[in-house]
């Protein structure tokens, strides 16, 4: 019975044919569904040579449509760490009534189609809309104009930099900053030097996920943009004008830009989950 009692447990592993099936089907999925539909676009960008996919992207509505998703995203991106970094903080540190629905509300964009996202804010900024006829009476343009495709991508953006803060801050607690306010450090030099530090890589990697997010939105941006060529066409929506008016080479050229991009931002990601791995893995990245 002793011997019994003490036997270290059975190890189950599961046959090496097993193993081997579901590997394969793994691999033959993301072969299938990931890999063949990016080597597809890139190959279609450079049928006619590197020379043509070149002079499509130079082309003014070309540039302008890279300039405004660039500029959109810089601008998205820090507003949406400041507000998901606020977010988080109250949410982790703090114990408050409505805590739940805050919580709700930061998961709202995941829920709601970006279409529906897009068209709630034309029901709103629109010449027709709730706030419309003040808006005209003060000159301001906020649907099919640049600031309505910038308000569609930080709502689209908005849960990813606080989802990626709230579970380390909430594993973190509230020890440390409260050490440092005991020892005279103000609030803005106690997040300085304890809160982002601690929290830094969780942040870069939500900017990260913020970034591929932000270029590549097109449900949402489309309904409030009105696709103004050279105005308010942002890259995907370019993409799909081009694509219709079958210009291959200038829709491929410019797919594979944008594909570029977010393939930039994965292989940074990556490379933090490399470099760092051990940090991440002490607030839960993996």
Known sequence: MADHAFAPPRVITEPRAARLALTTVVIALTAVLLLAPLAVVFAEALRDGAGAALTALVQPEARSAITLTVTVAAIAIPLNAVVGFAAAWAIAKFDFRGKALLISLIDLPFSVSPVVAGLALVLLYGSHGLFGAWLQAHEIRIVFAVPGILLATLFIT???????????????GRAEEEAALTLGASGWHMVRTVTLPNVRWALLYGVLLCNARAMGEFGAVAVV????????????????????????????????????LALLTLALKSLLEWRHADLLAATRRH
């Open 158 to 172: 908005f849960p990813f930099i606080a989802r990626e803060l709230i579970p380390v801050m909430s594993e973190q």
């Open 225 to 260: 943009s009105g696709k103004i060529r050279g105005q308010t066409t942002t890259m995907p929506i370019m993409i799909e004008m081009l694509y219709n008016e079958y210009l291959s080479t200038a829709a491929f050229s410019m797919a594979a830009l944008l594909a570029a």
